[in-house]
């Protein structure tokens, strides 16, 4: 069975910065694409980045391009999010997901792409 175990959510200031893990297990690491989302209640999951591991395609949405890096670790079959000058409007819940598609353009974090999830982690910045 695909499994995704998010982790390295927490409480940080704004300014700071964290650093989430996706670590995956079930399936062949190398021949997808992971992906992170954030959730706020009320609001739709939103896409913030992903990598694919196929084709080593990234891609960061706006609202954490420049702050952020996805990155991944085929050893240890674990995606990282390193997070930097976290501001408030970064609290949400943050998933991993996991796909096979191929991409002709680079991956992107288009949610109904993503058929394999995993539980969220909270990230909480204060002000």
């Known amino acids: 069975d695909v499994q995704l175990q998010a982790s390295g959510g927490g409480l940080v200031q704004t300014g700071g910065s964290l650093a989430l893990s996706c670590a995956a297990s079930?399936?062949?690491?190398?021949?997808?694409?992971i992906a992170w989302f954030r959730q706020v209640p009320g609001k739709e999951r939103e896409g913030i980045s992903c990598?694919?591991?196929?084709?080593?395609?990234?891609y960061y949405g706006d609202s954490v391009r420049g702050r952020s890096t996805i990155s991944s670790d085929t050893a240890k079959n674990t995606v990282y999010l390193q997070m930097n000058n976290l501001k408030p409007g970064d609290t949400a819940v943050y998933y991993c997901?996991?796909?096979?598609?191929?991409?002709?353009?680079?991956?992107?974090?288009?949610?109904?792409?993503?058929?394999?999830w995993g539980q969220g982690t909270q990230v909480t910045v204060s002000s």
């Open positions: 997901a996991a796909t096979q598609r191929d991409w002709s353009w680079g991956c992107t974090p288009y949610r109904r792409l993503y058929d394999n």
């Open positions: 990598i694919s591991n196929r084709d080593g395609s990234i």
């Open positions: 079930g399936f062949t690491f190398g021949d997808w694409t």
